[in-house]
């Protein structure tokens, strides 16, 4: 099932990953910089997000529209992502259009202009995303739970930064964060398609030749959890809310058996809360969970949204699903079906090149290796109930969890 991840570690420490794969037509590429909200100082809250932004608003060789066209124009599609760790600059391209792709995502990477014009112009956009944002509680709620749950901790600040954050920042503020965090040492290029994984390497060396440097990754602390209720009244239809604990970091082995303990109560929709919540008692239209693992701490989150009427029964049906999960074992059969579909997952969207890519160099980012396929696989297979139980028995004790939630509260 697994093929070949080539390395290549050039002069300048930007790392080059290449998976070839034959039978597909297309690649995925990414520029990956190992840095992002989490690294920011109290004066810089949001300025990894509005360098993102800033990369696609033109460099020395190409405008804004260049840049689309020069990837869109030639049946691509194109994108980024900033995270608390990491931000990524994507694209998806046929597969002998590489070279430019991995041309104009350099660019844009090193040679990004950060006119002052433009800039202007880009955080009153980011202020409208803010805005948007703060408007949507089924999104701000997760965010808003992080900050209630850990506080003035890096892993508990907003990505996109606030409205006075964003505005205060100067072409000076982005051009000296770039110089210390876009560097040679944290800067992975990874590949996936049916490409060759020399000249990627030959593409990279060439076109990211300027890059140089390196920084030791902050090493904080594990956060703080603050457990309690946090209710923030607004005037919307429904109550959005988070309940949850913490959870285990990205280099604990347990870490498999609380994907399998997340999908059992709220990560699928055959999962509990999903079935006993939407199902079975039409209380909620969304309701779920998921897990949040970082390098020295990871949440555990339950999220739903219901009516203001129904909002103390779906609390009251959690608490419920969160004891039988504690007090019993969950059936070999539940768990082997659990983790069957955990392995079909990963399986299946190994199919997408995106897919591949970004498996590819998270594991770099965070392993600094490759994990195969089967190494994972194995791992979700070993998961036993009595894993599961413990985990639940650890981390969902109710008195050390966090409920926030944003509703028409008196």
Not at 73 to 85: I, Y
Not at 192 to 214: F, H, I, Y
Not at 390 to 401: K, N, Q, R, W
């Amino acid at each position: 099932m697994s093929t070949s991840v080539h390395k290549f570690v050039l002069p300048n420490g930007v790392r080059v990953l290449c998976e070839p794969i034959s039978y597909v037509q297309s690649a995925a590429i990414g520029i990956w910089c190992q840095t992002g909200s989490r690294m920011e100082s109290p004066t810089e809250a949001g300025i990894s997000h509005l360098i993102e932004h800033m990369l696609f608003k033109g460099t020395e060789r190409r405008t804004a529209e260049q840049i689309a066209q020069d990837i869109e124009g030639r049946g691509g599609s194109m994108n980024a992502f900033t995270d608390r760790e990491m931000t990524c600059y994507y694209a998806r391209v046929l597969a002998d259009d590489i070279a430019n792709a991995v041309d104009v995502l350099a660019d844009m990477f090193t040679h990004s202009k950060l006119a002052p014009d433009d800039l202007e112009l880009e955080k009153s956009v980011v202020q409208e995303e803010i805005r948007k944002y703060e408007d949507s509680p089924e999104d701000h709620i997760h965010d808003l739970h992080a900050r209630m749950r850990w506080g003035n901790h890096p892993l508990g600040k907003p990505i996109i930064g606030t409205h006075e954050s964003v505005g205060r920042f100067k072409r000076e503020d982005l051009a000296e964060y770039m110089s210390k965090r876009y560097v040679g040492g944290k800067t992975i290029v990874a590949v996936a398609g049916n490409v060759d994984p020399v000249k990627v390497r030959d593409l990279a060396e060439t076109n990211l030749e300027s890059l140089a440097n390196d920084f030791e990754l902050p090493n904080d602390p594990p956060p703080t959890s603050e457990a309690g209720e946090h209710l923030i009244s607004k005037d919307v239809e429904q109550v959005h809310f988070c309940t949850g604990g913490d959870g285990v970091n990205v280099y604990d082995d347990r870490k498999y058996a609380m994907s399998v303990l997340d999908a059992i109560l709220g990560g699928s929709m055959s999962s509990r809360l999903f079935q006993e919540i939407r199902e079975k008692r039409g209380l909620a239209y969304a309701i779920g969970s998921y897990v949040a693992p970082y390098r020295e701490a990871g949440a555990f989150t339950i999220y739903g949204g219901t009516s203001p009427k129904t909002f103390g029964e779906v609390r009251e049906v959690i608490g419920k699903e969160i004891a039988k999960i504690r007090d019993s074992l969950a059936s070999q059969e539940e768990v082997d079906r659990t983790k069957r579909m955990l392995k079909g997952n990963l399986v299946l969207g190994l199919e997408s090149m995106s897919a591949r890519m970004t498996r590819m160099a998270r594991n770099e980012m965070l392993y600094g290796r490759a994990i195969p396929v089967e190494e994972t696989l194995d791992k979700i297979g070993a998961v036993q109930p009595g894993d599961v139980r413990d985990l639940a028995v650890e981390f969902l004790e109710p008195a050390s969890l966090t409920t926030t939630a944003i509703g028409p509260f008196k």
